[in-house]
């Protein structure tokens, strides 16, 4: 090997190093994780039966971030951040026979699971995954809104 090629094979060393640095540093891929297929005690649905759900007024629980959700989301859907808000869910006057149909952003998104297996572990009786989740019901041209901030209070008015 010439000095040149030990000096090129050198400089792709560093440049393989630094991406790979750059890559193990990035906030995406720590926390890029596929979400489950299935959560025990729900029903996984797909975006045609979200979208049967929506019509007959299941309640729509987003649990993206609050900047993600001003972007969009499924028409009526309630944000509730699953680190914060979603802990609400637990309280004990919240009938637990109404339909749920949670959601984040799509297969790429673990959260939906996580707050999926506690409303079951809470005891609601009819929860659903929606695991494609808001891209997929973009894709499909569903009923959306956007920059509408949601709270506690409109779960409950759809509860009753």
């Not at 049967?52 to 499924?74: C, K, M, N, T």
């Amino acid at each position: 090997m010439s000095g040149a090629d030990l000096c090129l094979k050198g400089g792709e060393d560093v440049m393989l190093r630094i991406l790979m640095l750059c890559l193990l540093a990035s906030p995406a891929w720590v926390f890029a994780a596929e979400a489950p297929a299935e959560v025990d005690g729900a029903m996984t649905i797909n975006v045609y039966q979200a979208r049967q759900l929506h019509a007959l007024g299941a309640v729509f629980i987003d649990v993206r971030p609050r900047r993600e959700w001003s972007w969009g989301h499924v028409e009526g859907a309630v944000h509730m951040n699953l680190a914060r808000e979603f802990i609400g869910l637990s309280r004990t006057e919240w009938p637990r026979s109404v339909p749920l149909v949670v959601y984040c952003d799509s297969e790429v998104c673990p959260a939906s699971a996580e707050a999926v297996r506690l409303a079951v572990e809470w005891g609601y009786q009819q929860v659903f995954y929606f695991r494609e989740g808001y891209f997929a019901w973009m894709l499909a041209d569903f009923p959306q809104e956007k920059d509408q901030i949601d709270d506690i209070a409109t779960l409950n008015a759809q509860a009753h």
